[in-house]
């Protein structure tokens, strides 16, 4: 191990078990420095989304690009987790946003709802994202939208960034946005930049992957990707920008006849528990911890829990602080709730819901890629989501931190020149 990675393993409280298997540092390369980065979310779109006949611009990029059969996230397959390693490299265990739902004696409860915890860089500052670094490089950053993105990490903010649905903002003003950032003078014109989509992952958890509703939205999306390509195109920028398009994870179908309640297995004061849904993370009670654990690591149906440093070894996770000492885990379709009454969001059962085991196929996220770094026609094979940081910081020519990732996985996707 590097002397510079030990100091930063040292000096950041990283753990030692995940620095170990932190890759090197990817040196910069010179080829198309000038080119922009765009890196596009579109929540929640599972990678066989794209054989739907709904996405006539998402196909047509993938077609002149690169795509994958699939990309794997990382465990659990959440939002906020997923998000945090694509702009890390590092699996959740080693960047620190280990769930949606945290509970942490230093820091308190973070929930995607807290405004002021999501904008908190304590939360984040276990890792570096992307646009930090970029930062701290010289080059200009904006985002529209990502989890993160609202908090000063490591004393850094993206050059330009947007407080989440602080105001509507649709599609395609998500996109007018970053059409507006192209605009301005060179000097001040963003290298990187992120845009995000929540509608097709709305639309998968209340109605189904399978639903009218969520085709509706998958189209939706679309549209907007076409006012995209459409704006670049009149910029004479559609074929000067490498564009990344990737979700965080799948979704798979939940009827609502698969619930398990918690409530029925630990009494309430045994245990706290900070999250639910397809993982579920258990704090027992002081005094009560050899009940709870009785009562959840036992076999039982459609769940498995494990004490944190039992996990199975390919979820990498279970050696961050903030993963509370006991995981359960849903089989896919099956969701942990409170009780009858939590498992209603608005009053409708979640027909749809991600966060089980990331080697799930209905997990698999989308991956495309076009633009001058890019082959044509080059599908992918399978490959994990800590892969796309290493691709970007070479894209962008910046030193990378360490992390998970490795260029070599999907180093296929380039055109020679870019290698
Ligand atoms: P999940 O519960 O994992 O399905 O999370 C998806 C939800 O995360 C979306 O419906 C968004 O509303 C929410 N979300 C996405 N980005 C952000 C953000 N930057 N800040 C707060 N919430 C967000
Ligand atoms: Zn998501
Ligand atoms: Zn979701």
Redesign the pocket.
């Known amino acids: 191990m590097r002397l510079t990675l030990r100091l930063l393993c040292l000096s950041t409280l990283i753990f030692i078990a995940g620095c170990q298997s932190l890759a090197p540092v990817h040196a910069p390369t010179s080829a198309s420095r000038k080119i922009p980065l765009l890196l596009i979310s579109i929540?929640?779109f599972r990678a066989d989304y794209l054989d739907r006949g709904y996405t006539p611009t998402l196909s047509m990029l993938a077609d002149h690009g690169v795509h994958s059969v699939g990309m794997q996230p990382s465990y659990p397959t959440?939002?906020?987790p997923n998000?945090y390693t694509l702009v890390t490299g590092r699996y959740p265990d080693h960047h620190g946003v280990v769930d949606?739902s945290m509970l942490v004696p230093d820091l308190g409860k973070f929930k995607?709802?807290n405004r002021e915890a999501?904008a908190d860089g304590r939360w984040w500052d276990q890792a570096e994202p992307i646009w930090v670094s970029a930062d701290r490089q010289g080059l200009k950053t904006a985002t529209m939208?990502?989890?993160g993105?609202?908090a000063s990490i490591h004393g850094y903010r993206p050059d330009h960034w947007r407080k989440?649905?602080e105001e509507e903002v649709s599609s395609n003003g998500r996109v007018d946005q970053i059409l507006q950032w192209l605009d301005l003078p060179s000097p001040e014109r963003p290298r990187f930049m992120t845009l995000?989509f929540?509608a097709v992952?709305?639309a998968g958890?209340f109605d189904g992957p399978g639903s009218a509703k969520t085709n509706e939205a998958i189209a939706e999306v679309d549209a907007a990707l076409a006012h995209l390509v459409a704006g670049l195109r009149e910029r004479g920028l559609f074929d000067r920008i490498n564009i990344i398009v990737v979700a965080d994870h799948g979704m798979a179908d939940t009827p609502a006849n698969q619930r398990i309640f918690l409530d029925d297995l630990i009494p309430q004061n045994d245990a706290m528990i900070v999250s639910t849904g397809a993982i579920a993370g258990i704090i027992p009670s002081p005094g009560h911890e050899s009940d709870v654990e009785s009562v959840l690591l036992r076999t039982r149906d459609h769940m498995q829990c494990w004490k944190k440093s039992e996990i199975p070894a390919h979820l990498h996770y279970g050696s961050n602080e903030r993963v509370p000492p006991i995981i359960c885990a849903a089989d896919t379709g099956w969701l942990m709730t409170r009780n009858a009454k939590t498992a209603l969001v608005q009053g409708k059962p979640i027909l749809g819901e991600?966060?089980f085991d990331n080697g799930d196929v209905a997990m698999r996220a989308l991956f495309l890629a076009h633009g001058p770094a890019f082959r044509e026609h080059v599908v992918l094979p399978v490959f994990a989501n800590v892969d796309v940081y290493p691709l970007m910081t070479h894209l962008l020519g910046i030193q990378a931190q360490p992390n998970d990732g490795r260029l070599a996985e999907i180093e296929d996707a380039l055109v020679p020149a870019e290698l």
Do not use: R
Request: charged share 15%; net charge negative.
């Open positions: 929540d929640g959440l939002t906020f998000h949606n995607l709802s999501v939208y990502w989890p993105s609202e989440y649905a995000y929540d992952d709305t958890h991600h966060g």
